[in-house]
């Protein structure tokens, strides 16, 4: 059974860092394009950051572009974003998420779209 356990949330003060991390579990990722996703109080789902399978192209949304970093460590099975220069409007439920490699890969596809499996999410919040 395919599944993601998040971890790496919580509360930081603005400016602070936090690294999420998803581990993958009845599926290899070396075949999966990866993501993370993120939904504010009261907004819809919005795309946060995406990767290629082969790891070779990062997306990132305008609004965490040079403060976020999307990894994969497939030797581990797991995705990870590290967070850097928080901002209150940060403050969301982080999802991590994958779609299978079918021979073609667009990042703002995937970032307005989303992908095919998603994780349960973690909260983070940034606040003083």
């Known amino acids: 059974q395919l599944q993601f356990v998040e971890s790496g949330g919580g509360l930081v003060q603005p400016g602070g860092s936090l690294r999420l991390s998803c581990a993958a579990s009845?599926?290899?990722?070396?075949?999966?394009?990866i993501g993370w996703y993120r939904q504010a109080p009261g907004k819809e789902r919005a795309g946060v950051s995406c990767m290629s399978s082969s790891g070779g192209t990062t997306n990132y949304a305008e609004s965490v572009a040079g403060r976020f970093i999307i990894s994969r460590d497939n030797s581990k099975n797991t995705i990870y974003l590290q967070m850097n220069s928080l901002k209150p409007e940060d403050t969301a439920v982080y999802y991590c998420?994958?779609?299978?490699?079918?021979?073609?890969?667009?990042?703002?596809?995937?970032?307005?779209?989303?992908?095919?499996?998603w994780g349960k999410g973690i909260a983070v919040t940034v606040s003083s």
């Open positions: 998420a994958a779609a299978q490699d079918r021979g073609w890969y667009t990042g703002s596809y995937y970032l307005e779209y989303g992908m095919d499996y």
């Open positions: 009845g599926f290899s990722l070396d075949d999966y394009h």
